[in-house]
């Protein structure tokens, strides 16, 4: 019962490094979605995923490239990290947009300086 | 633009009552989430209101009214181990979900 898994879970980037954190479930989800949050703040919306293939732009994508190769990976790539990327990066799955309950992987630390 | 609002600190004593809640303003809706968080820990899902009215899940329940953009989670018989962070969230129109900025829940002894 692994579920959402990420790796890894903490790293530290010097600015101008670039980095891709891996996302993989195994609950044959079609929904994929890679969140930021910051102190203080609610989960904000990277990029997602609706199938294998396919990705789209979430509330915050600046800075950010993803891709979904295979249905049960979901990879959030940093070109050139920069000090505003300091945060905590979550993947989460889910059968459907609709589906009420999102599945989590348990992080990312990621600290910029 | 689209925003949830809820409490960003609430305080109870452990065995109490605690209503927590939030109030939306988004494009288009199809339901309201609700997510516990411990500190260093990842959201876990807690309830889903669709419609309006009362969903009871042991003793967590969640209310929703659709008219007045409105909901709450209620938290019986507090236990220290709910000493958390709860995120209310919202579906919208485009299927994603719009998260308010939490409210963290301190339980006193």
Known sequence: ?113 | GQSLEQPSEVTAVEGAIVQINCTYQTSGFYGLSWYQQHDGGAPTFLSYNALDGLEETGRFSSFLSRSDSYGYLLLQELQMKDSASYFCAVLDSNYQLIWGAGTKLIIKP
């Open chain 1, 1 to 113: 019962n692994a579920g959402v898994t990420q790796t890894p879970k903490f790293r530290v980037l010097k600015t101008g490094q670039s980095m891709t954190l891996l996302c993989a479930q195994d609950m044959n989800h079609e929904y994929m979605y890679w969140y930021r949050q910051d102190p203080g703040m609610g989960l904000r919306l990277i990029h997602y995923s609706v199938g294998e293939g396919t990705t789209a732009k979430g509330e915050v994508p600046d800075g950010y490239n993803v891709s979904r190769l295979k249905k049960q990976n979901f990879l959030l790539g940093l070109e050139s990290a920069a000090p505003s990327q300091t945060s905590v990066y979550f993947c989460a799955s889910n059968r459907a947009p609709t589906n009420e309950k999102l599945f989590f992987g348990s992080g990312t630390q990621l600290s910029v300086l």
